[in-house]
């Protein structure tokens, strides 16, 4: 009998790289971060890059749903990962300095 689901590696293969490299530049800019401690106005560099990279990944999504209108069913898979990530940095931050001052 001939399997009839779809194997193929899905449309938005870049995109899952694209992802899955978040948390390497996210180390990489923490180290940048720590040795140089760069700032722009209150915040620090590593703030500002990662805030530029939850914006990116949300036009990313969101030019990844206008594209596929029947892909809208994957929304919450990376809407979940965002609230995640986001609850990542919280938690580290809460950890680490007992508030959320977002210094680091």
């Known amino acids: 009998m001939k399997d009839i689901r779809d194997t193929s590696w899905p449309t938005g293969g870049k995109l899952v790289y694209l992802l899955a490299s978040i948390p390497l530049a996210d180390c990489i800019l923490n180290q940048i971060n720590n040795a140089f401690q760069v700032s722009f106005g209150g915040l620090s560099l590593l703030q500002?890059?990662?805030g530029y990279m939850v914006l990116i990944f949300i036009a990313l999504s969101l030019w990844s749903i206008l594209r596929?209108?029947?892909g809208a069913t994957r929304i919450p898979l990376p809407a979940a990962g965002a609230l995640l990530l986001i609850g990542v940095f919280i938690t580290k931050e809460?950890?680490?300095t007992g508030t959320l001052a977002m210094g680091s």
Request: charged letters at 35%; hydrophobic letters at 65%.
């Open 68 to 70: 596929d209108r029947a």
């Open 48 to 50: 500002l890059l990662r």
């Open 94 to 96: 809460l950890v680490v």
